[in-house]
């Protein structure tokens, strides 16, 4: 069975920073392509990073580019999210994902078949 397990979440003031974890277990995190997403009150949930396999080639969504930073320390089994210059509209619960190694890194939700429980992110204004 593959866990992913979130952490990291919290209540920040606008201009905050974050750094979100997930942990993987039930598989080595080499063999995933890793991404994160997010869900706001009253919202669908939507992209907001992915990371290949390796490392290499990573991905944001535009509102969170210049800001977010997605990595990953396999060694760890680990996927972070560096979330900095936070502002109101990143309020939201942030989920981590992860799928098959496969030619993309795809940015939608129905490709991924893992999914954590998901933490709270708040931004206060």
């Known amino acids: 069975q593959v866990l992913l397990v979130e952490s990291g979440g919290g209540l920040v003031q606008t201009g905050g920073s974050l750094r979100l974890s997930c942990v993987v277990s039930g598989r080595t995190v080499s063999s995933l392509v890793m991404g994160w997403f997010r869900q706001a009150p009253g919202k669908e949930r939507e992209f907001v990073a992915a990371?290949?396999?390796?490392?290499?080639?990573?991905y944001l969504t535009d509102p969170v580019k210049g800001r977010f930073a997605i990595s990953r320390d396999n060694a760890k089994n680990t996927v972070y999210l560096q979330m900095n210059s936070l502002n109101p509209e990143d309020t939201a619960v942030y989920y981590c994902?992860?799928?098959?190694?496969?030619?993309?890194?795809?940015?939608?939700?129905?490709?991924?078949?893992?999914w954590g429980q998901g933490t709270q992110v708040t931004v206060s204004s």
């Open positions: 994902a992860g799928r098959g190694i496969s030619g993309s890194v795809p940015q939608a939700e129905s490709e991924y078949a893992y």
């Open positions: 990371i290949s396999w390796s490392g290499r080639n990573t």
